[in-house]
Structure formats: C-alpha cells, structure tokens
C-alpha cells in the first residue's frame, strides 16, 4: 500500500514536494511509520520504481520463453502491460519526473531494466515485421510504452475494460500494420 501511495505522490508532485506526511496520511499511517519498511524517502522511491520493472521484465521474458507465437506473446506482453497501467501509476512517467532524485548507480541499474524490458518487445516486434530496421522497430516500440502509459493521465469517462481493449487494439495496430497499408 505505502508503494502505491507513494507512487500516486510522486507522480502528483515529484518526490521534492512529497513529505512522508503526506505518503502516510494517505495510507493512512502516521509518516514515521513509514521508516519501519523503508530506510529513507528515497528507498521508497526506488522500491516505487523497481518493482513494477522488474515485475514487467520477469513477465516479459516468461511470456517469450512460454508462448512460442510471437505474436501471440506480444499481445500478452501488451495485455500484461495494459492492465498494470491501469492498476498502478507508470513507473516510467514517476522515474522521468523524479530520475534526478537516485542515485546514478541506481538510476543507470533502473534504465538498464527498462532497456531489456523494451529489448524483449523489440525481439517480437522484428518477427513480425522484418520489414523494419533496428531503429524503426525502437520507435515503435517506444512509442507505444509511451501510448500505454500516458492513458491514466487522464480521465476518459470509460470503464477500465473498454480502456484497456481500446488501448490494446491500438497498440498492435501500432506495432504490426505497417504504414502504407493505412
């Protein structure tokens, strides 16, 4: 509970302007109760982050090692994608606010996570569509991270369902149809 607090937070306000008051108010502790699971603001800062990576990138590589169709293990990499944006504040959109806030060590460990997360969506991508470069198939796949995890920035009326299938069609129309057959 205090992560996903935390998370809300800091994506809210940026960590400079989150007191551990606030973190705890929400999760309805008291603020220094906080420092029973975490050593520092920061440390929760970084369990906001790492979790949900790691748990993206567990999640990828087991999909593509268990379904052999690599369009079938693109669309659960999506789904799994879509369904823990719509659950949980992006990781991504509170690391690009608050990257200043880590240590570089971390900082560099947490971008390499996000690397080969977008590796394993890029592998699937240039089975499917040979017909792209390296670069192209980047893009792309950038570019629907950034599609995903822009969707709970904003209030659309629509239920959680109709969001995530709306979401999800447009992401593998994004990454398979290639653009002169639009």
């Not at 240590?103 to 996570?113: A, I, L, T, V």
């Not at 129309?173 to 290639?178: K, Q, V, W």
């Amino acid at each position: 509970m205090l992560i996903k607090v935390a998370g809300e937070l800091f994506n809210e306000r940026a960590f400079d302007a989150v007191t551990t008051e606030m973190i705890g108010s929400r999760a309805g502790v008291t603020g220094p109760a906080l420092y029973r699971h975490f050593p520092s603001k920061q440390a929760l800062l970084i369990a906001v982050l790492e979790d949900p990576l790691n748990e993206l990138l567990a999640n990828a590589r087991r999909t593509a090692a268990e379904i052999s169709d690599p369009r079938q293990a693109l669309e659960a990499m999506i789904d799994y994608h879509v369904r823990r944006t719509l659950d949980n504040v992006p990781s991504t959109l509170v690391f690009l606010k608050n990257e200043h806030n880590i240590p570089d060590d971390e900082r560099h460990r947490m971008r390499r996570m996000m690397r080969l997360y977008a590796e394993e969506w890029s592998g699937l991508v240039t089975r499917l569509r040979p017909d792209l470069s390296d670069a192209q198939t980047r893009v792309l796949t950038h570019a629907v991270f950034s599609m995903i995890n822009a969707v709970p920035q904003f209030n659309s009326g629509l239920d959680p369902e109709t969001v995530a299938t709306t979401i999800r069609t447009a992401a593998i129309n994004a990454l398979l149809i290639p653009a002169d057959t639009i």
